[in-house]
């Protein structure tokens, strides 16, 4: 049966539930955007779909931990990166199985990129035409490594570049790559002149000096944490969370194009496109502007700051403190090319959240973030496991920790441990892939102990109310207001705990509009109000606090 998804949030605002560790935290109705939240913790097989209650709506099973990203398709079918433990490449990130799993948790399609020459890992980015761009590790042995100008010195026995390959899935196990880009095409140095790849590295932003951040003990050099597709643009944009850096690159090129240094929309070929967050790696000396990232992406048209590029700026080793902040930045562009002064401008991101607050905020690896419809901005706190929703002052609207760890599920009131996740992503409750799925919130992933969900939902195709009713201050302290657009008859106010006794109990006069609760004689908590006559109802929990 096809249903409405769209959600009426019947709760009042709620500034915090001390009393939860895990779980949902905080809720303010009034500015949540209606949808899901998708997460796979990283200790966990499974992957799970809860509201904004933080209830659970549906739960994917796979034989694999995550690998690390997961994403839902327009059709309904989870696409999800899984870990193959490969023992060549064991990193951070490490993936090698990549899935669709059916509404019903069936794997309708499975591919392996793990062997000891290769392994995807991190991120991967559903097309438009159904194909799946892969960020995958490819070995380079040291005389390889050398022979493309590397210092002797500074060169392990293996060295791992990055490739991105383009796999339109077929059968159940099978696909074909149809485009393929391989860093190793695009590589400068200035150490050893008796290379082809010997040129100025300055003088060649477009290609990557492959001896910058070099290492004799480090073979995972560039470490990609993220991938994403501008369809418009026909372009992909990557992160290289070792050099601080993101790059774009034209996706419209062949595959032989994207080996060389002509051809595509840009007719630069495979070459670097743009690169921002760290100008050291051609060899410019402006400051850092990025420390570890992670998920940069595209914002979608239609969302505030639309087409500009959205980054978790995880912070490590930044200059004056580590903390985390999402930046923004607004490549300036012409075309299919990028303003080639150099460094890349702009000179500084365009909207920071957490700008130069040290104290506040820090997640020092993994981690992401979402631009929402309402103007919110949805944080993932990987390594805490923590999903925060702030509005664009920075205030904390939504927060949710990840209550399953490495020993399963938690129980409410423990310590959130081991709960790390690579990355939460947001599903507006008209998102095409439930469309022919019914989405009902059950209980909470966690054990309760026995705190009760602080929040409430109401889907559309159950009983709506039909007259407007608000309330607030919420939290309150001596007196709620309770405002009705329109006046109810015979209605009946009952106010009760959080055991089910009832505090007060009494009717509403039908010829006013607006009633006053007293709650100065009420002790700090939170109790549940319902406002209600023979035809409709409305819930809200409401907080006392002094």
Same mark, same amino acid.
């Given at each position: 049966m096809k249903i409405s998804l769209s959600i009426i949030v019947?709760?009042?605002?709620?500034?915090?539930?001390?009393?939860?560790?895990? $779980?949902?935290?905080?809720? %303010?109705? $009034?500015?949540?955007?209606?949808?899901?939240?998708?997460?796979?913790?990283?200790?966990?097989?499974?992957?799970?779909l809860i509201d904004k209650c933080g209830q659970l709506v549906h739960v994917w099973n796979s034989q694999y931990k995550p690998g690390q990203a997961v994403y839902l398709l327009e059709d309904g079918t989870l696409l999800r990166t899984g870990n193959a433990n490969n023992t060549t490449f064991n990193a951070g990130g490490k993936g090698g199985i990549i899935e669709k799993i059916d509404w019903d948790g069936n794997v309708i399609w499975s591919y392996t990129i793990s062997d000891t020459n290769q392994c995807q890992h991190h991120d991967i980015k559903a097309l438009p035409n159904g194909n799946i761009l892969i960020i995958a590790w490819e070995k380079i042995t040291n005389t390889q490594a050398i022979a493309l100008g590397r210092n002797p010195a500074l060169t392990p026995s293996v060295l791992w570049s990055e490739k991105i390959i383009e796999l339109q899935p077929t059968g159940t196990n099978t696909g074909n790559i149809v485009w393929e880009w391989h860093l190793t095409d695009h590589l400068v140095q200035d150490f050893d002149a008796t290379k082809p790849s010997y040129n100025s590295v300055a003088s060649n932003p477009q290609l990557l000096n492959i001896n910058y951040n070099a290492s004799a003990t480090n073979s995972d050099w560039i470490h990609l944490n993220s991938i994403d597709y501008n369809a418009s643009l026909d372009q992909i944009l990557l992160s290289s969370h070792n050099l601080d850096e993101i790059w774009i690159i034209d996706h419209s090129t062949t595959t032989a194009q994207a080996a060389g240094h002509s051809g595509g929309n840009s007719g630069k070929g495979g070459d670097l496109l743009y690169r921002w967050g760290n100008s050291a790696t051609y060899n410019h000396t402006t400051n850092a502007q990025f420390f570890g990232q992670h998920n940069a992406h595209w914002i979608p048209s239609g969302l505030a700051f639309e087409n500009k590029i959205m980054v978790f700026n995880n912070g490590l080793g930044r200059t004056g403190g580590n903390y985390s902040t999402v930046d923004i930045i607004n490549p300036p562009t012409n075309g299919y090319l990028y303003e080639s002064s150099l460094?890349?401008?702009?000179?500084?991101?365009?909207?920071?959240?957490?700008?130069?607050?040290?104290?506040?905020?820090?997640?020092?690896?993994?981690?992401?973030?979402?631009?929402?419809?309402? $103007?919110?901005?949805?944080?993932?706190?990987?390594?805490?496991?923590?999903?925060?929703?702030?509005?664009?002052?920075?205030?904390?609207?939504?927060?949710?920790?990840n209550p399953v760890n490495a020993s399963g599920v938690m129980t409410q009131n423990s310590s959130p441990t081991q709960n790390s996740v690579f990355r939460c992503t947001f599903y507006p409750s008209h998102f095409s892939g439930f469309s022919n799925h019914i989405l009902n919130s059950g209980n909470t992933i966690e054990? *309760?102990?026995?705190?009760?969900?602080?929040?409430?939902?109401?889907?559309?195709?159950?009983?709506?109310? %039909?007259?407007?009713?608000?309330?607030?201050?919420?939290?309150?302290?001596?007196?709620?207001?309770?405002?009705?657009?329109?006046?109810?008859?015979?209605? %009946?106010?009952?106010?009760?705990?959080?055991? $089910?006794? *009832?505090?007060?109990?009494?009717?509403?006069?039908?010829?006013e509009a607006k009633y006053t609760l007293k709650t100065s004689h009420l002790n700090n908590g939170l109790y549940l109000l319902k406002i209600s006559n023979s035809q409709q109802s409305q819930n809200f929990k409401i907080v006392v606090q002094r």
């Open positions: 019947l709760c009042a605002a709620i500034s915090s539930l001390k009393a939860q560790t895990i $779980g949902l935290i905080e809720h %303010q109705s $009034g500015s949540l955007d209606d949808g899901y939240v998708l997460f796979a913790p990283n200790t966990s097989n499974n992957t799970y460094p890349y401008l702009p000179s500084t991101a365009e909207w920071i959240y957490n700008s130069g607050n040290p104290n506040n905020y820090y997640a020092m690896n993994i981690s992401g973030a979402q631009m929402l419809s309402n $103007g919110n901005v949805l944080m993932c706190n990987g390594p805490a496991g923590t999903f925060t929703e702030v509005d664009d002052s920075g205030t904390t609207v939504w927060k949710y920790i054990n *309760t102990n026995p705190v009760t969900n602080s929040c409430q939902l109401l889907l559309a195709n159950q009983t709506q109310v %039909q007259n407007s009713i608000s309330v607030f201050p919420n939290p309150v302290s001596d007196m709620l207001n309770i405002q009705l657009s329109v006046s109810l008859s015979d209605a %009946q106010l009952c106010l009760t705990d959080l055991s $089910g006794k *009832t505090i007060m109990k009494e009717n509403i006069n039908p010829t």
